[in-house]
Each structure stands twice: as C-alpha cells, then as structure tokens.
C-alpha cells in the first residue's frame, strides 16, 4: 500500500506576529465580468466573504485594481470593523482601462495613490501586506521599491511582497526591504517559476500562488481526473492539495463568487494524497529550472 504523504503546518509566519492560515482567500472573482464593476450578484458575494470567515480563513487577498476598487470596497462592507487576526493583503502597480485590461504603471506617483486609496477602500490605517502588482518595464525599479520602504517607514504598510518576479527581481527588492512574499503564477500543470519558489522557500518567503489550476492541458485533465476520482473530490481540489503538500511555504487564495464553491475549495485540504498519487501528479508538468 502507497504511504500517505505527511502534511505541512497548516499556517504559516508572515513574520512578527502575523501567523496565517495557509489556505485562503482571492476577492479577484467577487467582481464583474471581466473583473470589471460590480459582481452579478452583490449579496452572494458579500455572503461568501463573510462564509470565507467562517470557515477558517484569516487571509483575503485583493488589490485595487479588481473592479477596480470593487473588491476592496466589498471586503470592508462585508467584513469591517474586521475580526481579530484577519489578515488582507492587497495589491498596487496595475491600471485599469477596460475589461480584461490590465496596463502596468507602478510609478511612485500612482503607487502612492493606489495605497492611500486602498487604505481608504479598507478602513484601515495600515496594511499588513501590500505587494507590487507588477514590475513596470517603463519605471526604474528602484523607484518603486524607494517607494514601497519610504511607506513601510512611514507606517502605512508592515509587510511587502512582490508579484510575477524572478530571483534576481527578489534580490534586488531586499536591498530595499524584506520581501515577506512572492504572487506568481504556479500550478500542478504550470512551473514555470519553480526557481523561484525554491528560493523562496529557502529565504522563508511565502510564495503565493495564483491561476492554480491552468486546465488547459487534456493530458493532465486526465491524470488530475484519476486522482480525484480515488478520492472522490474534484480536479480543483486535488489541485489545490498538490500545491499545499509541495512546498511548506505556499499560501493557497482560491478564488469564486460561490459560497458553494468556496466551501468546496476549503474541503481539498482534507484530502490525504498517497505518494502514488504524487508522483502521477509531479510528471505532469515537470519543474522548468
């Protein structure tokens, strides 16, 4: 019989005091089409906010460019005055121009209206974690990291992160400041950045995956399939498990606008994956250095 792969902690050390649950939240979804305007359905997601919750989950990840502004505005309606140990990090770099629109502008003289807005959205004098959407290419780095401490000095932000970096964008960051995480794209079927995510392991920075189920690969639909199928769950959820028994320090932020969805994604860490079921899980997309 195959041996059941032992479990990481189920939390995880931002640093200081800021411990939070490794499987989270993602208020991307809880937008428009497109993650533009308002959802469809405006109670269901304030509901599953406020289910995320209860469930267990003391970290909700957003930025101010879903919706934009949406997502924030929603948390604080859904959630303010918020409970204690909930953590929401959020996100700034990125304009808006449209649905699916996405252009990058992390100047420090938008960085700096993106933050006070957040700060605003959210009701909150401070944010635990603020990460930089994105490099921009237009913006010497070193602008924008100057930026990011001057703000970490001045008390409006305690920890930052990065977003869509490589290691040599990492190591440049920490001469700035501490980066405490890392919000790439990575999935069972896309490892693109799987350097990264071993430095990060190795520097106790929390990577962040998000798209953590690619589906676009029939293949390893099939191989996902077989699995879930074992243990009678869904491809989504032992998508989700892959990730959190691969590395002890990825954070996992499903996102949905379904309180039944949600509740669905909570339950993939109750899966006890088998090291058969690894190993047909890992030659799906092997590691790119």
């Not at 809880?30 to 269901?44: L, V």
């Not at 998508?239 to 499903?254: C, D, F, V, Y």
């Amino acid at each position: 019989m195959s041996n059941t792969i032992n479990q990481f902690p189920a939390t995880y050390n931002l640093g200081g005091d800021v411990t939070i649950n490794r499987l989270g939240y993602g208020a991307m979804r809880i937008t428009g089409k497109g993650i533009w305007g308002p959802p469809k359905d405006k109670d269901e997601a304030i509901r599953v906010l406020k289910r995320a919750v209860e469930l267990g989950v003391n970290f909700i990840d957003t930025a101010d460019s879903y919706g934009p502004h949406i997502s924030e505005e929603l948390i604080a309606e859904a959630l303010y005055p918020y409970p204690a140990g909930l953590v929401i990090g959020t996100k700034g770099g990125l304009l808006r121009t449209g649905p699916d629109q996405w252009p990058v502008n992390a100047s420090p003289n938008h960085l700096k209206e993106a933050l006070e807005g957040s700060l605003k959205r959210l009701k909150l004098d401070q944010i635990q974690l603020y990460q930089l959407h994105r490099i921009d290419p237009n913006v010497p780095a070193e602008e924008s990291f100057e930026f990011l401490r001057q703000m970490q000095q001045e008390g409006k932000i305690v920890h930052i992160g990065l977003s869509e970096v490589g290691i040599d964008d990492i190591k440049k960051a920490q001469d700035y400041f501490e980066v405490v995480s890392v919000q790439n794209m990575y999935s069972v079927d896309n490892r693109k950045w799987e350097g990264a995510l071993n430095y990060c392991e190795d520097n106790d920075i929390a990577f962040i995956p998000w798209f953590p189920l690619n589906a676009g690969n029939v293949t390893s639909q099939e191989i996902l399939r077989k699995v879930a199928d074992k243990h009678g769950a869904t491809v989504h959820q032992v998508a989700l498990k892959w990730l959190l028994n691969h590395s002890k320090n990825i954070l996992l932020i499903p996102g949905t606008s379904s309180v039944a969805h949600l509740e669905e994604n909570m339950k993939a860490k109750d899966i006890l994956l088998d090291t058969d079921d690894t190993d047909e899980l890992d030659s799906i997309s092997p590691p790119v250095a």
